[in-house]
Nanobody, 128 residues
C-alpha cells in the first residue's frame, strides 16, 4: 500500500492561489495514475483532477477546469495541484489518491472507486 501525505492547504481569500503537494512513500507511484479529490462539509467526496503515470494526460472536473492544474514529478514521488482564482466554493478537504489500475489514461472522468490509496487530506478554506 502506497502511503500518501498531502500538504499546502490553508486559509486564503477569494482570488488567491495555493499549491498542494502529495508526497508518496514509495516510487511505485511513478507507474500509477494519480488523482486529487475534495470533500466539503456535508457533501460527498468528488473528483477534482487526475494525471496519468507520465503526466502526458490530465482530466479535470468542470468546476475547476482552467483554474486548477495537476502535475507530477516522478523523480520526487510527488504530485501537485496548483489552484488559482480560488472561490469560496472550493473550500474543502483535499485528498490525493493512487489509481488501482495499470495504464489509466483519463480520457474521461475517472470513477472514485478506481482509486485505492488515499492520503489523510489537507484543508483548504477560501474566504469571500
Amino acid at each position: 500500500q502506497v502511503q500518501l501525505v498531502e500538504s499546502g492547504g490553508g486559509l486564503v481569500q477569494a482570488g488567491d492561489s495555493l499549491r498542494l503537494s502529495c508526497a508518496a512513500s514509495a516510487r511505485t507511484i511513478s507507474t500509477k495514475g494519480m488523482g486529487w479529490f475534495r470533500q466539503a462539509p456535508g457533501k460527498e467526496r468528488e473528483f477534482v483532477a487526475a494525471i496519468n503515470w507520465n503526466g502526458g494526460r490530465t482530466n479535470y472536473a468542470d468546476s475547476v477546469k482552467g483554474r486548477f492544474f495537476i502535475s507530477r514529478d516522478n523523480a520526487k514521488n510527488t504530485v501537485y495541484l496548483q489552484m488559482t482564482s480560488l472561490k469560496p466554493e472550493d473550500t474543502a478537504v483535499y485528498y490525493c489518491a493512487a489509481d488501482r489500475r495499470a495504464g489509466a489514461y483519463y480520457s474521461s472522468t475517472p470513477d472514485i472507486v478506481d482509486f485505492g490509496s488515499w492520503g489523510q487530506g489537507t484543508q483548504v478554506t477560501v474566504s469571500s
